[in-house]
């Protein structure tokens, strides 16, 4: 592993050069976290069920990131797993908050949903939200 040829024959190095190449793992170690960290998080959705009364999906929202435009024709019963905040950008320009708080599921309505909109995760984590379309009712 590259680490450990780092300090191979490390008694032979003059302090300047182990401080060099503890520099370098340091460095190495960071990109490496750092990497890790931001290639976690994939924005999507998950089919879960579909029939005729009721459509189910898991949504994930990546911090700063938004879903495309879209419409409901349905309401919807959405219930988060953590809490944050989502920012609704509506194509006519107008904008709404929904504050969602972990486990604690949301009534969005038909009318809601209907206008083209785009949902925002104005956040530093990420958004897992399971949404319940009502297809009937």
Not at 3 to 25: I, P, W, Y
Not at 56 to 68: D, E, S
Not at 81 to 106: C, H, M, N, R, W
Not at 110 to 129: F, M, P, R, S, Y
């Amino acid at each position: 592993m590259l680490c450990f040829g780092l300090f191979k024959n490390s008694e032979q190095l003059t302090g300047v050069d182990k401080m060099v190449r503890l520099t370098a793992l340091v460095l190495l170690l960071a990109n490496q976290f750092v990497s890790a960290a931001t290639s976690t998080c994939e924005t999507k959705r998950e089919l879960l069920i579909e029939n005729k009364l009721t459509k189910v999906w898991k949504t994930t929202i990546c911090p700063k990131q938004q879903l495309p435009f879209h419409t409901h024709q349905f309401a919807r019963i959405v219930i988060p797993d953590e809490s944050g905040t989502l920012k609704v950008i509506y194509q006519s320009g107008k904008e709404a908050f929904i504050k969602l708080q972990a486990k604690k599921p949301i009534y969005l309505s038909v009318t809601q949903g209907k206008e083209a909109h785009q949902d925002l995760n104005i956040g530093q984590e990420a958004l897992h939200v399971t949404v319940i379309e009502l297809r009937q009712g």
